[in-house]
Nanobody, 125 residues
Framework: QVQVVESGGGSVQAGGSLRLSCTVS????????MGWFRQAPGKQREGVAL?????????ADPVKGRFTISKDNDKKILYLYLEMNSLKPEDTAMYYC?????????????????WGQGTQVNVSS
């Protein structure tokens, strides 16, 4: 059974930094796409950053130059991180880690992949 667990959210003032972490256990496919998504109240879930199976990375335009995604793994667990700098109030959202997802134009396809429960990020002005 695949389990995805995020941590590291919190409250910070604009201009501050946070680091999100995620562990993915029980994933049997090799080198899945992994990524971070976010969802603000009243808005659809959107992609923020991803790492492809070839380890190349991509970022959504709103976070380019401010967020950095990285990963690590041991034999059975995948680790995913999101370093968030120069945070803005508009970055406030629930942040989700996901593996094996599919998306179109940074919008995830429903029901595809493995997702965590999310970790809340609040950025005050």
């Amino acid at each position: 059974q695949v389990q995805v667990v995020e941590s590291g959210g919190g409250s910070v003032q604009a201009g501050g930094s946070l680091r999100l972490s995620c562990t993915v256990s029980g994933y049997t496919m090799s080198r899945p796409y992994m990524g971070w998504f976010r969802q603000a109240p009243g808005k659809q879930r959107e992609g923020v950053a991803l790492i492809r199976s070839d380890d190349s990375v991509a970022y959504a335009d709103p976070v380019k130059g401010r967020f950095t995604i990285s990963k690590d793994n041991d034999k059975k667990i995948l680790y995913l991180y999101l370093e968030m700098n120069s945070l803005k109030p508009e970055d406030t959202a629930m942040y989700y880690c996901a593996a094996g997802f599919r998306m179109v134009s940074w919008v995830p396809e429903p029901g595809i992949g493995y997702w965590g429960q999310g970790t809340q990020v609040n950025v005050s002005s």
